[in-house]
């Protein structure tokens, strides 16, 4: 079935780092590609989407490229920010009938100024 | 509201007690779904409402677990006998009709459910 593995955290940054969390995904056709964000005391919330192989997903600086080659979707982040610290989550949605999100184990980013 | 809203935000309770996790959706949200997140591990599939159609049950871990949703309404997670391993956060998330199976959903806070 699908299934989506992501790097265990935390991980630890200084403000104005650069970020990558890896994603990849094991997937039957050509899944839907997200990342999820969830800040402290918040719901999950939708940060970023690719829908096709070597579409860019972009939001408040995080881009993310859903390589179909690697099966990779990692999330990076030019300068981070204090306020970035949250947990990401790397999740994939099938492209037939009714799929159910499935997402990765969460990536924990706390970010010190 | 303006969000998905979950309670109780935490729940705790002693094991073969019976608990129930309640969702509102946002307003004209058709679809409805139910996930689970134990410690250290991703958000599990439980289960998933579409309007009046038949609920996806597939990912109910077991017979202990049900849950209901009446037309685009709340819904109730219900756990019977409830055991140590299903401490867990379960997340309740809804969707308009143009967001399903695009992945696009939106998220409560989730209910923390601890089992002694």
């Known amino acids: 079935g699908n299934s989506v593995t992501q790097m265990e955290g935390p991980v630890t940054l200084s403000e104005e780092a650069f970020l990558t969390i890896n994603c990849t995904y094991t997937a039957t056709g050509y899944p839907s590609l997200f990342w999820y964000v969830q800040y402290p005391g918040e719901g999950l919330q939708l940060l970023l989407k690719a829908t096709k192989a070597d579409d860019k997903g972009s939001n408040k600086g995080f881009e993310a490229t859903y390589r179909k080659e690697t099966t990779s979707f990692h999330l990076e982040k030019g300068s981070v920010q204090v306020s970035d610290s949250a947990v990401y989550f790397c999740?994939?949605?099938?492209?037939?009938?009714?799929?159910?999100?499935?997402f990765g184990t969460g990536t924990r980013l706390l970010v010190s100024p | 509201g303006a969000g998905v809203s979950q309670s109780p935000s935490n729940k705790v309770t002693e094991k073969g007690k019976d608990v129930e996790l309640r969702c509102d959706p946002i307003?004209?949200?058709?679809?409805l779904y139910w996930y689970r997140q134990r410690l250290g591990q991703g958000l599990e599939f439980l289960i998933y409402f579409q309007g009046n159609s038949a609920p996806d049950k597939s990912g109910l871990p077991s017979d202990r677990f049900s849950a209901e949703r009446t037309g685009e309404s709340v819904s109730t997670l219900t756990i019977q006998r409830t055991q140590q391993e299903d401490s867990a956060v379960y997340l309740c998330?809804?969707?308009?009709?143009?967001?399903?199976?695009?992945?696009?959903?939106?998220f409560g806070e989730g209910s923390r459910l601890t089992v002694l």
């Open positions: 307003s004209g949200h058709t679809a």
């Open positions: 998330a809804s969707s308009p009709l143009a967001g399903i199976n695009t992945g696009e959903l939106f």
């Open positions: 999740a994939l949605i099938g492209n037939t009938g009714f799929q159910k999100l499935v």
